[in-house]
């Protein structure tokens, strides 16, 4: 198994580290081989190589089987809009040159964790849903974007493709397929153009799909529903900025941001990375909670190596983690482990 | 005071009449004189003209004061993505004809009503704050928009000039000016070249307020935050189709949907109308709930014609029925009132 991992910034490398500690368990277990290679991110990279995603980098990940992710950003580059360079960028040139086409959030309650959630727990309790979101199209590269000559105006474009529908559109029929067989498509089909394309695409591929029940919502009623009833949700697919926006609302009504995983699934591989971000000011502390990342791990071992068991083994140990309250301190304020203790403790 | 109305579809008409009945008892008692002039818009203007938004109607609200609006949508347009010609339209053509490029949103929460918010009462308890969305420019009426020759892809284009972002973040500062003097800029300037030209505008406007505080928030945090700590908020501004999204999000959370107003302040007139739909399920049944358009009438006469005190006793009002369990079923699904009713108890 080639893994190319990558720590990135802030917590980034201390979180990795956990998950290797987790995946090294489960293949000396089940008896599989595993090379890891590192390679720079972010704003790592920029300070070392003037460039947030590498030449080296992306020629590791091309040739991996999966990419093991931590996390990018760094305050230093957040107060400097004019920072020619900048960690974010890293991240939309990888996704963009790997051809990282989907992104997946399995979005899904610990009960232990119930009680972290801004919502009632009435609302949340047994919410399970997959959000998808397209990950190299849309608003975020579509050209021309810039300003006018007098620099007075400036503009964006939106673009899609029937192929780039088609493809997204696919895999999350194969998801709900796998799950409750209902699909719901967010987009703003009485506004935009390329929502009207996401729409009749869709209309045309879900005849080889009967078994799936599919439903239109327009993107503000998504926002809603989101929040009043997260369990009406079984996979939700969507472009790429409004994906942005909900799958990060979506992130936090369960109270468990710290334990979501994500995958990005690619034409060239797939990288898989905690949905959190870089927790600037606990890099180098011990105190980070890795349990999204560790649960990165196993979805990779799921989706890269159809490697089931071991996915599940390290999902047992996570709940186990979390019942016996081996946890970090976001979780367990009065008594605490460090990051590398639950590392340990999940890997033993 | 010459008051445009337009009741729209579904419950459009029954809500408007008890907002007219609270402002026909405030302007007795105050003897103020209004005259009322009714104009079709929405479905019910496709099906008696063929126009969303006829030009009688356009030049109706363009001499008068203010617009009292109810709302507008019609299931069987839902349902047939080609129609020709659909209410929503309407909205856009009056949005863009009467240059209403403010829309306004006040978020409160009442007391009697926290226990119906999807969120933890300690959350949202005391959350107020205004959330300000540009209405006339972005991707909504950017252009080029449509389809390749070849029909296989689609393309939306969001354009801002610096006119445009400047005389909606003076507003907003001003409103700040008004209130807790903390401002949030909502945008996604790590990604779109329109969000960095507003960032720019914004802080060059800043140093005309040096008493408010302005802070810059990417998009997908701010539908994060929204929901974990609403009470962080006190004007928010942002982009046409973010705030699509994060007022409508906004308006959930708090659990008075019901009876939130809202304002759409433009160059040749402003508009005043309750952030809830249609509803067409209720429509001609005397059950929907008339509070948000009689808090919208509200907000016009202290908006429109800057009369406060008029303003003050219909709040005070719609307060009394709240407390005295005056309300309609959604709020009362035990001993309700019809809509009519309330209407009847508040102008009393
Ligand atoms: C950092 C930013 C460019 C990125 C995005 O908008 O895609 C981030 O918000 C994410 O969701 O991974
Ligand atoms: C009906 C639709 C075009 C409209 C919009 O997107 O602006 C609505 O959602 C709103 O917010 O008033």
Chains 1, 2 share one sequence.
């Not at 409004?242 to 690619?266: C, H, K, Q, R, W």
Request: charged share 25%; proline share 5%; glycine share 6%.
């Amino acid at each position: 198994l080639n893994i190319a991992v990558l720590p990135g910034d802030g917590i980034g490398p201390e979180i990795v580290e956990q998950a290797k500690k987790a995946l090294d368990a489960v293949f000396a277990k089940k008896g599989h081989e595993a090379v890891y290679t590192e390679a720079l991110v972010g704003a790592t990279a920029i300070d070392k190589t003037g460039n947030p995603y590498p030449d080296e980098t992306h020629e590791l990940c091309m040739k991996s089987d999966a990419v093991l992710f931590g996390a990018i950003g760094d305050p230093k580059y957040d107060n400097d809009p004019k920072a020619k360079v900048r960690p974010e960028q890293g991240l939309l040139a990888m996704r963009k040159k790997l051809g990282l086409y989907a992104n997946i959030r399995p979005v899904a309650t610990f009960p232990s964790l119930i009680h972290k959630s801004p919502l009632r727990a009435d609302l949340v309790e047994g919410a399970d849903f997959v959000a998808i979101r397209e990950l190299t199209g849309g608003i975020y590269f579509g050209r021309p974007q810039g300003r006018s000559e007098d620099g007075l105006t400036a503009y964006d474009t939106s673009v899609y493709s029937t192929e780039e529908i088609d493809r997204i559109t696919r895999l999350a029929f194969d998801f709900a397929m796998k799950r409750r067989k209902k699909l719901t498509v967010v987009d703003k089909a009485n506004v935009l153009a390329t929502s009207r394309l996401w729409r009749e695409t869709v209309q045309a591929i879900a005849p080889d799909y009967p078994e799936v029940e599919v439903e239109y919502m327009f993107v503000d009623n998504a926002a809603m529903q989101l929040i009043q009833w997260p369990k009406r949700f079984d996979v939700m697919v969507t472009e790429n900025m409004f994906g942005d926006i909900l799958t990060d609302e979506a992130s936090v009504i369960t109270g468990s941001l710290g334990l979501l995983p994500s995958a990005s699934m690619g034409l060239h591989t797939s990288v898989f990375e905690p949905i959190h971000g870089s927790y600037p000011q606990a890099a180098g502390k011990n105190i980070a909670n890795p349990l999204a990342t560790i649960l990165s791990a196993a979805l990779m071992l799921e989706s890269a190596f159809n490697l089931k068991d071991e996915a599940v083994i390290i999902r047992k140990a996570v709940d186990a983690s979390l019942n016996e309250g081996k946890v970090t301190e976001d979780i367990d304020k009065e008594n605490p482990l460090s990051t590398s203790e639950v590392g340990d403790w999940i890997a033993e």
